[in-house]
């Protein structure tokens, strides 16, 4: 049991910075992008081609961000400077990606077993399991991205990004290209994303072409959790919110599996998980009229 | 200043519902200038004011400003030059931002933003006396985000922000229309002191034909994207409302204007 915790939180740490990408799209810029699940496995297939060749897998990591910052970059053009609408474009960029992630890989399955990878070399050197170090790169570097993104996001260029999710009428008015607040935001976003998809393809030793399917659904899910259970009260803690949020998706589903769900019907759990969170506000709703109006009869009677 | 020449509008061209919003306007503003304009419903005063600021493009003429045309630049590149405040009290501001945050924002118009922090300490002091200056004690509240603002406390905090850095040219959009009568008062006064105190040139679009004349030191009034009269300094002072109804009448050729301007 401890085994399966511990593996759930070392998966759960590789998501959040997932999460964390799908939060600035979905939650600053205020745009559904369906570009991540393409870039999540576009990190994967980098990284694996880089370390079957032989390359350093922390370059690798490297290369699997600027590859996202690059898909991010296609959606966000696509939608800006195209005037075609969000969702379309990130669908676009997904279903583009495909096609250039078999290229990378060459196949639709490359296998990184026995090779070195970023989490061997922190074993070999701290002289830890596979999973503790999982859990420690994937710690320091979330907990990295977090402080960057907080800096970031308070910046005169992060502020306006900000503003832009926000009302772009008005940031037009204050002179920002609201073009490239979007661009910019849904490449950080996407580098992010991609940056995870080499974490954790890194971490099962494969990458696959299928495996971002889902994965905004995944992100939502994660960033739904971390937001309705650890609060929102200021942006650090919202970010480090998706941390938790993204630990404690692992850690149901764990323990979702471990009851005896077949692992087949995940993907529906999640999606119905996420259907009910996104509509809480308005199951709230009813629920005020349903109370108002049982009151307003007891009232007359 | 400023230098309208004939400029043209046309919404939806080449269709059914094409409709011309601005037929060869031509308008020259002196340095100071705080020009009201009034019209009925569809006159194209709104459609003047977001051709100026770059929210449209024109399909003929130019827009000078300070000698240079400005007709041509983007929405966001013209934004330096303007200040802006907008009927909805919803569009000036970020909700989801603090006070400071918007100010900050508004601060850095026409800057170059860089990484360098979004807002600074001594800012943060200067926006503390500016909002003051605004009688509506927020700037107690400084880091409260502006949604939990009333509609004329974002609408004053807006105003605040299009004067912030000085703009060549301020464009009020019916900024006072959707506000209580006595916040609309407010905020009118508070434009009054600004745009006389920092000696801005201005264009105010009204309703309220009273305003209209109380305010500022020219008058204009559209008709069917038309300006169809241009009234100056003392001869605007001696206007009455029952005169402008009687000059309505006879030139743009309607009977009555809209119960709003009647009302308002």
């Known amino acids: 049991m401890q085994q399966i915790l511990l593996g759930a939180v070392s998966l759960g740490l590789l998501w959040s910075i997932m999460t964390l990408g799908v939060y600035i799209s979905y939650r600053v810029l205020d745009v559904a992008d369906l570009t991540v699940e393409g870039s999540i496995t576009l990190g994967a297939a ?10 350093n897998p922390y370059l690798a990591l490297g290369l699997a961000f600027l590859a996202g910052l690059g898909a991010g970059l296609v959606t966000g053009l696509l939608h800006t400077k195209l005037r075609i609408p969000a ?29 070195t990878t970023a989490y061997t070399l922190i074993g070999r050197l701290l002289g830890v399991d596979k999973t503790v170090s999982v859990i420690i790169l994937g710690g320091v570097m979330a907990l990295f991205i977090v402080a960057v993104l907080y800096w970031f996001f308070g910046t005169e260029v992060g502020s306006a990004i900000r503003a832009t999710g926000n009302n772009p009428y008005m940031v037009r008015a204050q002179g920002v290209n609201t073009d490239t607040t979007i ?32 994965a905004i659904v995944i992100g939502l899910a994660s960033l739904i959790i971390g937001e309705v259970l650890f609060g929102k009260r200021n942006f650090f803690s919202r970010l480090l919110s998706m941390l938790f949020g993204a630990i404690t ?38 629920r005020d009229t349903l109370r108002a109006s049982l009151g307003g009869r007891r009232r007359h009677a | 200043m400023l230098e309208i020449s004939g400029l043209s509008k046309v919404f939806n061209p080449g269709t059914i519902n094409e409709k011309l919003a601005l037929d060869d306007i031509s308008l020259h503003l002196k340095p100071g200038d705080f020009v009201t304009v009034i019209g009925g419903n569809g006159a194209g005063k709104s459609t003047l004011l977001n051709c100026v600021a770059g929210v449209y493009r024109q399909e003929r003429g130019s827009i000078t400003l300070d000698g ?82 009333s509609g004329g406390q974002r609408q004053a905090l807006t105003l605040l ?26 905020v009118l006064e508070l434009s009054e002191q600004f745009i006389s105190g920092l000696g801005l040139t201005c264009m105010m679009v009204t309703h309220n034909m009273r305003d209209a004349i109380a305010y500022g030191n020219r008058l204009i009034m ?32 309607e009977e009555v204007m809209s119960d709003r301007m009647l009302l308002g």
């Open chain 2, 161 to 186: 922000m299009a004067i912030l850095n000085a703009p060549k040219l301020l464009l009020l959009d019916e900024h006072t229309a959707a506000l209580d009568p006595k916040t609309a008062r407010k």
């Open chain 2, 222 to 253: 559209m008709s069917q994207g038309r300006i169809i009269l241009d009234v100056n300094g003392g001869d605007k002072k001696k206007l009455t409302v029952e005169e402008l109804i009687q000059m309505f009448s006879t030139k743009s050729g």
């Open chain 1, 87 to 115: 969702l379309l474009s990130g669908i676009l960029t997904m279903i583009a990606l495909y096609s250039v992630n078999l290229r990378v890989m060459g196949m639709a399955n490359v296998s990184m077993l026995r090779m």
């Open chain 1, 183 to 214: 661009i910019i935001g849904l490449m950080l976003a996407n580098g992010l994303v991609s940056l995870a998809g080499g974490l954790i393809a890194q971490s099962q030793n494969y990458a696959d072409v299928q495996m971002g399917t889902g």
């Open chain 2, 68 to 149: 240079q045309r400005i007709d041509r630049l983007s929405e966001h590149r013209r934004a330096r030059y303007l200040g802006r405040v907008f009927q909805d009290p919803l569009m000036g501001t970020a909700a989801d931002m603090e006070i400071q945050e918007n100010l900050a924002l508004a601060l850095r118009r026409g800057k170059v933003r860089s990484l360098r922090w979004g807002v600074t300490g001594k800012e943060k002091q200067g926006f503390h006396q500016q909002l003051a200056s605004l009688g509506l004690g927020l700037e107690e509240r400084m880091s409260v985000k502006v949604r939990l603002l």
């Open chain 1, 46 to 55: 980098v990284c694996a081609r880089m370390i079957v060749a032989g390359n």
């Open chain 1, 249 to 286: 998706y692992r850690v149901i589903i764990a323990l979702v599996l471990r009851l005896g769900m077949p692992a087949d019907d995940l993907k529906l759990f999640t999606a119905i998980t996420v259907a009910l969170a996104l509509s809480l506000p308005r199951f709230k709703d009813l």
